[in-house]
């Protein structure tokens, strides 16, 4: 298979791997895998270069949980060495079935995941801020009992539900980006930067430190896409379209608009901070970086939003990389 010279970066959503409509198993996660390789083998298939990150939201809670239950007994993890743990487990669950995919598919392609951290600001305004919603709800009260407990921060999501909060610093580079280029234009697939990337800031003697906090995984695809040259980025979410007065009688969905078009909608409150928010921001951010086009779609419509008939395409007319 001949490799093209276009580079494809596709954002799996942590949902995509664990939906919540079961107990999240790891057989069932295996499962929803293995269906989510829908929206990356089409790539494959032509011959593109391909890269992949992924988030880790119910994951990651799921590890936090399990650090709460094993309190006294065994020592705490930091959230940095969570998320590293989360890149690990997810990153080997697509990596295997998409080997396996590959093989029957007789596609000769190396699959590689690579753990990865992201380059922070140390003195970034939001490390002072947490607002970042991490792990299981809870009530008032047990959310209480467990801040004193564990030295958290937490805040009311939704009436009766609190829930932990970390910052979330803005990504400005992804750790080892120029290898892992290197790896995608020789015609490596890799799995990188999931879960937005372990958070680090660079020292003054040029050593990296961790920060315990989480990066918007979509934010961090917009950067790693920059970083490997990549010309489209696919984020892969729960819904088939953006929706315009999303959840209200006037729901409009969008299906192909500009820089300036997303951006003025932007302005206008239509896309809210806890939703759609960050994948627009992402989306601006890769565009103006030098991407051609962003989808934004779920996986059951990939196909068609490959035909054109489905998601919400934004692209940055006249742009080449």
Do not use: C
């Amino acid at each position: 298979m001949q490799l093209s010279e276009k580079t494809i970066l596709v954002a799996l959503g942590g949902n995509a791997l664990s939906p919540g409509t079961g107990s999240g198993t790891i057989s069932e996660q295996f499962a929803h895998t293995r269906q989510s390789l829908r929206v990356i083998l089409p790539f494959v298939r032509r011959g593109d270069r391909v890269a992949i990150t992924h988030g880790n939201g119910p994951q990651v809670g799921d590890e936090l949980l399990r650090v709460e239950l094993a309190a006294g007994k065994v020592p705490t993890l930091p959230l940095g060495v969570a998320v590293a743990a989360t890149q690990g487990t997810i990153g080997y669950m697509i990596e295997q079935s998409l080997q396996n995919a590959l093989l029957d598919e007789g596609i000769d392609r190396e699959v590689v995941a690579l753990i990865t951290q992201v380059i922070v600001r140390q003195d970034d305004a939001a490390l002072q801020k947490p607002a970042k919603f991490i792990g299981h709800g809870y009530s008032r009260r047990q959310a209480e009992k467990l801040a004193a407990l564990h030295g958290w921060d937490i805040a009311r999501q939704a009436k009766g539900i609190w829930r932990r909060v970390v910052p979330s610093p803005t990504p400005l580079r992804i750790k080892g980006a120029a290898s892992i280029r290197r790896l995608v234009e020789s015609g490596s697939i890799v799995i990188t930067a999931g879960g937005g990337g372990i958070p680090a800031y660079v020292m003054d003697n040029g050593h990296l430190e961790g920060v315990d906090a989480v990066v918007d995984k979509d934010l961090a695809a917009a950067v790693l896409g920059e970083n490997i040259g990549a010309s489209e980025l696919y984020i892969i979410t729960d819904v088939p379209e953006v929706y315009l007065h999303f959840n209200t009688d006037r729901q409009q969905a969008l299906r192909e608009i500009t820089v300036n078009d997303a951006q003025a909608y932007i302005e206008e409150g239509q896309f809210p901070e806890g939703s759609m928010g960050p994948k627009m921001a992402a989306a601006l951010q890769f565009l103006k970086s030098g991407g051609r086009k962003v989808i934004i779609t779920d996986i059951d419509s990939i196909d068609q939003a490959l035909a054109g008939q489905a998601g919400t395409v934004i692209h940055n007319q006249g742009t080449n990389r």
